[in-house]
Protein backbone atom coordinates (compact mmCIF):
# COMPACT_ATOMS: atom_id res chain seq x y z
CA UNK A 1 0.00 0.00 0.00
CA UNK A 2 1.22 3.55 -0.89
CA UNK A 3 2.15 5.50 2.23
CA UNK A 4 0.18 8.51 2.84
CA UNK A 5 2.37 12.02 2.22
CA UNK A 6 3.11 14.80 4.15
CA UNK A 7 3.95 18.15 2.97
CA UNK A 8 7.17 18.28 5.51
CA UNK A 9 8.38 15.42 8.22
CA UNK A 10 6.99 15.92 11.35
CA UNK A 11 7.80 15.67 14.42
CA UNK A 12 6.24 15.01 18.03
CA UNK A 13 7.50 14.37 21.29
CA UNK A 14 6.31 13.11 24.57
CA UNK A 15 7.48 14.44 27.79
CA UNK A 16 6.31 14.74 31.28
CA UNK A 17 7.41 13.00 35.17
CA UNK A 18 8.32 9.55 35.34
CA UNK A 19 5.81 6.96 35.20
CA UNK A 20 3.50 9.53 33.60
CA UNK A 21 3.31 7.52 30.69
CA UNK A 22 5.37 8.68 27.94
CA UNK A 23 6.86 5.70 26.87
CA UNK A 24 2.75 3.99 26.76
CA UNK A 25 1.44 6.75 24.99
CA UNK A 26 4.43 7.36 22.49
CA UNK A 27 4.04 3.62 21.43
CA UNK A 28 0.41 3.48 21.04
CA UNK A 29 0.69 7.15 19.25
CA UNK A 30 2.75 5.38 16.46
CA UNK A 31 1.20 2.51 16.07
CA UNK A 32 -2.15 4.60 15.44
CA UNK A 33 -0.23 6.76 12.55
CA UNK A 34 1.41 3.50 11.08
CA UNK A 35 -2.10 1.82 11.04
CA UNK A 36 -3.30 5.35 9.36
CA UNK A 37 -1.05 4.77 6.33
CA UNK A 38 1.75 7.22 7.92
CA UNK A 39 5.50 6.28 8.09
CA UNK A 40 6.85 6.77 11.52
CA UNK A 41 10.25 6.17 13.02
CA UNK A 42 9.78 6.03 17.31
CA UNK A 43 12.87 6.86 19.38
CA UNK A 44 13.80 7.52 22.73
CA UNK A 45 15.91 9.93 24.78
CA UNK A 46 18.58 9.26 26.09
CA UNK A 47 19.30 6.08 23.85
CA UNK A 48 18.03 5.30 20.18
CA UNK A 49 21.98 5.08 18.53
CA UNK A 50 24.90 2.60 19.67
CA UNK A 51 26.20 6.12 20.98
CA UNK A 52 23.07 6.50 23.09
CA UNK A 53 22.51 3.93 24.54
CA UNK A 54 26.02 3.15 26.09
CA UNK A 55 25.45 7.38 27.32
CA UNK A 56 21.74 6.53 28.93
CA UNK A 57 23.60 3.37 30.85
CA UNK A 58 25.98 6.09 32.44
CA UNK A 59 23.19 8.70 33.31
CA UNK A 60 20.64 5.92 34.77
CA UNK A 61 23.17 3.81 36.37
CA UNK A 62 22.41 3.28 40.22
CA UNK A 63 26.05 3.18 40.92
CA UNK A 64 26.63 6.36 39.46
CA UNK A 65 25.10 8.86 41.95
CA UNK A 66 27.51 11.48 41.77
CA UNK A 67 27.19 13.08 38.50
CA UNK A 68 26.86 16.97 38.36
CA UNK A 69 24.08 18.55 36.56
CA UNK A 70 26.02 20.28 34.59
CA UNK A 71 28.19 16.61 33.21
CA UNK A 72 24.42 15.09 32.70
CA UNK A 73 23.54 18.32 30.48
CA UNK A 74 26.55 17.31 28.52
CA UNK A 75 26.23 13.91 28.40
CA UNK A 76 22.58 14.14 27.49
CA UNK A 77 23.45 16.69 24.59
CA UNK A 78 25.68 14.81 22.90
CA UNK A 79 23.64 11.68 23.17
CA UNK A 80 20.90 14.00 21.63
CA UNK A 81 23.29 15.58 19.29
CA UNK A 82 23.52 11.64 17.62
CA UNK A 83 20.04 10.76 17.81
CA UNK A 84 19.57 13.93 15.96
CA UNK A 85 22.57 12.95 13.51
CA UNK A 86 21.61 9.65 13.26
CA UNK A 87 17.82 8.95 12.94
CA UNK A 88 15.78 12.64 13.24
CA UNK A 89 16.73 14.31 10.23
CA UNK A 90 17.04 12.05 8.49
CA UNK A 91 13.62 10.64 8.49
CA UNK A 92 11.89 14.45 8.72
CA UNK A 93 14.26 15.19 5.40
CA UNK A 94 11.91 11.76 4.07
CA UNK A 95 8.60 13.53 4.93
CA UNK A 96 8.05 10.89 7.96
CA UNK A 97 6.70 11.41 11.13
CA UNK A 98 9.15 11.16 13.91
CA UNK A 99 7.74 10.75 17.77
CA UNK A 100 10.30 11.09 20.28
CA UNK A 101 10.27 9.44 24.19
CA UNK A 102 11.48 12.27 25.37
CA UNK A 103 13.25 15.58 24.19
CA UNK A 104 15.36 18.49 24.76
CA UNK A 105 12.29 19.53 27.08
CA UNK A 106 13.26 16.97 29.36
CA UNK A 107 17.33 18.91 30.18
CA UNK A 108 15.08 22.18 30.54
CA UNK A 109 13.50 20.86 33.12
CA UNK A 110 16.00 18.11 34.84
CA UNK A 111 19.23 19.62 34.30
CA UNK A 112 17.17 23.04 34.10
CA UNK A 113 14.29 23.84 36.70
CA UNK A 114 14.88 20.93 38.80
CA UNK A 115 18.68 21.02 38.43
CA UNK A 116 19.72 24.43 38.90
CA UNK A 117 21.86 24.48 35.02
CA UNK A 118 20.66 28.00 34.26
CA UNK A 119 18.28 27.87 31.29
CA UNK A 120 20.32 30.19 29.04
CA UNK A 121 23.37 28.00 29.33
CA UNK A 122 21.41 25.39 28.43
CA UNK A 123 19.79 26.79 25.49
CA UNK A 124 23.30 27.94 24.37
CA UNK A 125 25.14 24.25 24.63
CA UNK A 126 21.44 23.18 22.55
CA UNK A 127 21.94 26.23 19.78
CA UNK A 128 24.66 23.41 19.01
CA UNK A 129 23.71 20.54 20.07
CA UNK A 130 20.07 20.84 18.15
CA UNK A 131 20.36 23.57 16.32
CA UNK A 132 17.32 24.53 14.52
CA UNK A 133 15.75 20.86 14.92
CA UNK A 134 11.90 21.55 17.03
CA UNK A 135 9.29 19.90 17.39
CA UNK A 136 5.54 20.56 15.74
CA UNK A 137 3.78 18.84 18.90
CA UNK A 138 4.89 18.41 22.54
CA UNK A 139 2.45 15.76 24.11
CA UNK A 140 3.15 16.82 28.01
CA UNK A 141 1.53 13.80 30.06
CA UNK A 142 0.67 15.58 33.44
CA UNK A 143 0.26 13.79 36.68
CA UNK A 144 1.14 14.55 40.49
CA UNK A 145 5.12 12.63 40.96
CA UNK A 146 3.25 10.34 44.03
CA UNK A 147 1.30 8.93 41.63
CA UNK A 148 3.97 8.77 38.94
CA UNK A 149 6.30 7.23 40.76
CA UNK A 150 3.86 4.89 42.53
CA UNK A 151 3.93 3.36 39.44
CA UNK A 152 6.94 2.73 38.97
CA UNK A 153 7.42 0.98 42.33
CA UNK A 154 10.51 1.37 44.73
CA UNK A 155 12.83 -1.33 43.79
CA UNK A 156 12.69 -0.47 39.82
CA UNK A 157 13.52 2.74 40.20
CA UNK A 158 16.89 3.98 38.04
CA UNK A 159 18.96 6.89 39.41
CA UNK A 160 16.67 9.37 38.31
CA UNK A 161 13.51 8.00 39.16
CA UNK A 162 14.86 7.78 42.91
CA UNK A 163 15.87 11.39 43.68
CA UNK A 164 13.78 12.76 46.41
CA UNK A 165 10.53 13.79 46.01
CA UNK A 166 10.86 17.18 45.89
CA UNK A 167 12.99 17.03 42.86
CA UNK A 168 9.93 15.85 40.88
CA UNK A 169 8.10 18.67 42.26
CA UNK A 170 10.46 20.74 40.79
CA UNK A 171 10.16 18.98 37.42
CA UNK A 172 6.35 19.36 37.13
CA UNK A 173 6.75 22.62 37.97
CA UNK A 174 9.07 22.86 35.08
CA UNK A 175 7.36 21.42 32.81
CA UNK A 176 3.83 23.50 33.14
CA UNK A 177 6.20 26.60 33.28
CA UNK A 178 7.35 25.64 29.78
CA UNK A 179 3.59 24.69 28.56
CA UNK A 180 2.80 28.07 29.67
CA UNK A 181 5.89 29.75 27.76
CA UNK A 182 4.94 27.38 24.33
CA UNK A 183 1.41 26.90 24.56
CA UNK A 184 0.59 26.36 20.72
CA UNK A 185 3.94 23.54 20.77
CA UNK A 186 3.16 21.89 24.10
CA UNK A 187 0.13 20.46 24.65
CA UNK A 188 -0.88 19.72 28.22
CA UNK A 189 -2.60 16.07 29.19
CA UNK A 190 -3.65 15.47 32.32
CA UNK A 191 -3.72 11.29 33.11
CA UNK A 192 -7.08 9.82 33.43
CA UNK A 193 -7.33 6.79 35.27
CA UNK A 194 -6.91 4.47 33.02
CA UNK A 195 -4.49 4.27 29.56
CA UNK A 196 -7.33 4.61 27.04
CA UNK A 197 -9.06 7.59 28.96
CA UNK A 198 -5.69 9.72 28.45
CA UNK A 199 -4.99 7.96 25.02
CA UNK A 200 -8.22 9.24 23.62
CA UNK A 201 -6.97 13.27 24.55
CA UNK A 202 -3.34 12.15 23.58
CA UNK A 203 -4.90 10.93 19.89
CA UNK A 204 -6.43 14.41 19.33
CA UNK A 205 -3.68 16.30 19.55
CA UNK A 206 -1.55 14.02 17.67
CA UNK A 207 -4.11 13.92 14.34
CA UNK A 208 -4.73 17.44 14.62
CA UNK A 209 -1.03 18.36 13.99
CA UNK A 210 -0.88 15.43 11.63
CA UNK A 211 -3.92 16.95 9.95
CA UNK A 212 -1.92 20.54 9.33
CA UNK A 213 0.48 18.86 7.19
CA UNK A 214 -1.26 15.93 5.08
CA UNK A 215 -0.74 16.41 1.48
CA UNK A 216 -4.72 16.21 -0.16
CA UNK A 217 -5.94 13.11 -1.40
N1 LIG B 1 -3.38 6.82 31.92
C1 LIG B 1 -2.92 5.76 32.54
N2 LIG B 1 -3.69 5.13 33.45
C2 LIG B 1 -3.23 4.07 34.11
N3 LIG B 1 -2.00 3.54 33.95
C3 LIG B 1 -1.19 4.10 33.06
C4 LIG B 1 -1.58 5.25 32.29
N4 LIG B 1 -0.55 5.59 31.49
C5 LIG B 1 0.44 4.72 31.72
N5 LIG B 1 0.06 3.80 32.65
C6 LIG B 1 0.89 2.74 33.23
O1 LIG B 1 1.83 3.40 34.09
C7 LIG B 1 3.11 2.77 34.02
C8 LIG B 1 4.17 3.78 33.61
O2 LIG B 1 3.97 4.17 32.24
P1 LIG B 1 5.18 4.47 31.25
O3 LIG B 1 4.59 4.63 29.90
O4 LIG B 1 6.27 3.48 31.42
O5 LIG B 1 5.63 5.90 31.84
P2 LIG B 1 6.94 6.73 31.51
O6 LIG B 1 7.51 6.20 30.25
O7 LIG B 1 6.41 8.13 31.38
O8 LIG B 1 7.81 6.60 32.71
C9 LIG B 1 2.97 1.61 33.06
O9 LIG B 1 2.75 0.45 33.83
C10 LIG B 1 1.74 1.98 32.24
O10 LIG B 1 1.07 0.84 31.75
MG1 LIG C 1 9.41 5.43 29.87
Keep these: MAKKSLKKGIFITFEGPEGCGKSTHSKLAAELLRKEGFDVVHTREPGGTGVGKRIRDILLNFKNITISPLTELLLFEASRAELIREIIKPALAKKKIVISDRF ?40 KPEAGLKKIGIFLRDRME ?56
Excluded: C, M
Excluded at 110 to 120: E, M, P, S
Excluded at 123 to 129: D, G, M, Q
Design 104 to 143: NDATLVYQGYAGGVRLQEIKRIESVSIGKVKPDLTVLLDI
Design 162 to 217: SKHIAFHKKVRKGYLDLARRNRRRIKVIRTKDTVDATFKDVKKEVLNVVRRYKRPG
